[in-house]
């Protein structure tokens, strides 16, 4: 990932929760896990599944 962030969110990957499908922006806290990162919180990483938001 290029460490020049100008504040251009769009520019940033996402992909959607695996529980409730709403997209996630890539976080700096998350670079070196992006690929395993999987769900948008601890909500749904406790449900898995469970729910579908809107």
């Given at each position: ?43 749904c990483?406790?449900?898995k ?6």
């Amino acid at each position: 990932m290029n460490t020049g962030f100008k504040g251009n969110k769009a520019a940033l990957p996402s992909k959607p929760c695996a529980a409730c499908g709403r997209p996630m922006a890539w976080r700096k806290a998350w670079a070196k896990n992006w690929e395993a990162v999987r769900y948008c919180s601890d909500g749904c990483r406790r449900a898995k599944g469970r729910i579908r938001h809107g």
